[in-house]
Nanobody, 125 residues
């Protein structure tokens, strides 16, 4: 059974950093790409980043632009999203998702098969 479990979110003041983790099971990171997206209540999902089987990374949209980095530990089956110099507009629930393919697409939201419950990030004083 494919599962993704996010962790690492929380309440942080502006300027701080967070590392989100996505623990996957039921598939390997050497088989399929994994993407991160953000969702705010009542709004559409917004793609953030994606990492391919090869390790090639892709970034999308304006969220965390220049302040984000996606990486993975294939042996541990964990994908990370490093978020730096956080701003209040970065607030939201961050989800990771398994893609249907080993590579990332033009859109971070395309071909997503399964995603986790998300981890909330709140950036506020």
């Amino acid at each position: 059974q494919v599962q993704l479990v996010e962790s690492g979110g929380g309440l942080v003041p502006p300027g701080e950093s967070l590392r989100l983790s996505c623990a996957v099971s039921g598939f390997g990171l050497d088989q399929f790409a994994v993407a991160w997206f953000r969702q705010l209540p009542g709004q559409e999902r917004e793609g953030v980043a994606c990492i391919e089987v090869s390790g090639t990374t892709s970034y999308y949209g304006e969220i965390l632009k220049g302040r984000r980095a996606i990486s993975k530990d294939t042996r541990k089956n964990i994908v990370y999203l490093d978020m730096n110099r956080l701003k209040p507009e970065d607030t939201g629930v961050y989800h990771c998702a398994k893609r249907r393919f080993p590579n990332c697409g033009i859109s971070a939201l395309g071909s997503l098969e399964v995603w986790g419950q998300g981890t909330p990030v709140t950036v506020s004083l």
